[in-house]
């Protein structure tokens, strides 16, 4: 219950994986333990725990859903043809074999009757994602549990026979998902390297604290007086995050961002009428403001394709009919 009304303050996901696990649990039981004074009672807390953020969400027009509905229109077509075989690649593929046998145990071993619904459960959840059709990647931690239940189950079936090809499958598994998923290649080399390719979060951390840099640059080249009135406005989170954390030492000013959640968090003040304009949304300002001119791109210097890559950095000035008017044209989920 504590883990479930913390967790509604990241995303309300977990209902997803709890109405997995209950429909499962109608489906072949035990039944007795959807209506247990434990579950119950876990229920209960989680919803205590978890109310002020269901109060916030109800207060502000159910965000979640926008957000959820956002990545659907964005990613429906594509997350329902690739969720499929990604759950090939999830894992990686020679861990496949280890997961399908946690599945298909869980559901056969007479001994493992009172935890059946966990295989039951995540084909009712490969049918939510496929619904939500918001992210590929969301039935990852129900994959896990079977891949868990694999692993105790290939151990019993495996006692006292050859081990050899098992722990080569797993050793290149592992050496594969490190290159993939660890920092090993040097960012210089990156670029060079099909591993940006495969892996977004790879080519989405490269260059930051460049491209700060070339923003504070853009912002020190105005004129003191526009530079006392400006605020920075970013496309997206990665961006404001990028500039709360590396542009201290440029004395930057405020950043804001109309992305997601951080819309909600300030606007900036109506005193603000020059603003350094970092990002793909800069096509939302046409019209919002009086002026807007391009003046740099963001550049991380290393060759690695990111979403960032090439975007543009702009000054534009006066926010026609004032940040009341402008702000919301800039919101955006995705």
Same mark, same amino acid.
């Given at each position: !219950?504590?883990?479930?009304?913390?967790?509604?303050?990241?995303?309300?996901?977990?209902?997803?994986?709890?109405?997995?696990?209950?429909?499962?649990?109608?489906?072949?039981?035990?039944? #007795?333990?959807?209506?247990?004074?434990?579950?119950?009672?876990?229920?209960?807390?989680?919803?205590?725990?978890?109310?002020?953020?269901?109060?916030?969400?109800?207060?502000?027009?159910?965000? +979640?859903?926008?957000?959820?509905?956002?990545?659907?229109?964005?990613?429906?077509?594509?997350?329902?043809?690739?969720?499929?075989?990604?759950?090939?690649?999830?894992?990686? @593929?020679?861990?496949? @074999?280890?997961?399908?046998?946690?599945?298909?145990?869980?559901? #056969?071993?007479?001994?493992?009757?009172?935890?059946?619904?966990?295989?039951?459960?995540?084909?009712?959840?490969?049918?939510?994602?496929?619904?939500?059709?918001?992210?590929?990647?969301?039935?990852? !931690?129900?994959?896990?549990?079977?891949?868990?239940?694999?692993?105790?189950?290939?151990?019993? &079936?495996?006692?006292?026979?050859?081990?050899?090809?098992?722990?080569?499958?797993?050793?290149?598994?592992?050496?594969?998902?490190?290159?993939? =998923?660890?920092?090993?290649?040097?960012?210089?080399?990156?670029?060079?390297? %099909?591993?940006? /390719?495969?892996?977004?979060?790879?080519?989405?951390?490269?260059?930051?604290?460049?491209?700060?840099?070339?923003?504070?640059?853009?912002?020190? &080249?105005?004129?003191? %007086?526009?530079?006392?009135?400006?605020?920075?406005?970013?496309?997206?989170?990665?961006?404001?995050?990028?500039?709360?954390?590396?542009?201290?030492?440029?004395?930057? %000013?405020?950043?804001?961002?109309?992305?997601?959640?951080?819309?909600?968090?300030? #606007?900036?003040?109506?005193?603000?009428?020059?603003?350094?304009?970092?990002?793909? +949304?800069?096509?939302?300002?046409?019209?919002?403001?009086?002026?807007?001119?391009?003046?740099? &791109?963001? /550049?991380?210097?290393?060759?690695?394709?990111?979403?960032?890559?090439?975007?543009?950095?702009?000054?534009?000035?006066?926010?026609? =009919?004032?940040?009341?008017?402008?702000?919301?044209?800039?919101?955006?989920?995705?």
């Amino acid at each position: !219950g504590l883990v479930v009304g913390a967790s509604m303050y990241n995303k309300l996901l977990v209902a997803i994986l709890l109405l997995a696990l209950a429909g499962a649990l109608a489906l072949v039981g035990p039944r #007795r333990l959807i209506w247990s004074k434990w579950v119950l009672a876990a229920a209960a807390l989680g919803l205590a725990v978890g109310s002020p953020n269901l109060v916030y969400q109800a207060t502000h027009d159910w965000p +979640q859903l926008s957000m959820g509905a956002a990545l659907a229109d964005e990613n429906g077509s594509e997350v329902r043809i690739l969720m499929w075989p990604f759950l090939l690649l999830i894992l990686g @593929p020679p861990l496949v @074999p280890v997961w399908v046998a946690g599945l298909v145990s869980l559901y #056969r071993r007479p001994e493992w009757a009172p935890v059946r619904f966990v295989a039951v459960a995540f084909p009712i959840l490969l049918v939510l994602v496929f619904v939500m059709a918001s992210q590929l990647y969301y039935p990852f !931690g129900l994959l896990a549990v079977l891949f868990a239940a694999g692993c105790a189950a290939l151990e019993s &079936r495996m006692a006292g026979r050859d081990r050899t090809w098992l722990v080569a499958l797993v050793a290149l598994n592992a050496s594969v998902s490190m290159v993939l =998923g660890l920092p090993l290649i040097p960012v210089s080399q990156l670029g060079e390297t %099909p591993v940006g /390719d495969i892996n977004q979060i790879a080519r989405d951390t490269v260059g930051w604290p460049t491209y700060v840099a070339q923003i504070a640059a853009v912002y020190a &080249r105005l004129p003191p %007086p526009d530079r006392s009135v400006a605020v920075i406005v970013t496309s997206n989170y990665g961006e404001a995050g990028a500039i709360d954390r590396f542009g201290e030492e440029y004395s930057l %000013p405020a950043v804001y961002s109309g992305h997601n959640q951080l819309y909600f968090q300030a #606007r900036p003040p109506e005193s603000a009428n020059v603003v350094v304009f970092v990002g793909e +949304q800069i096509k939302h300002a046409d019209g919002r403001f009086e002026v807007c001119s391009v003046k740099e &791109r963001l /550049d991380n210097g290393v060759g690695v394709d990111s979403e960032e890559q090439g975007l543009p950095i702009a000054v534009c000035r006066n926010p026609v =009919g004032g940040w009341r008017i402008a702000w919301p044209a800039l919101q955006h989920y995705d």
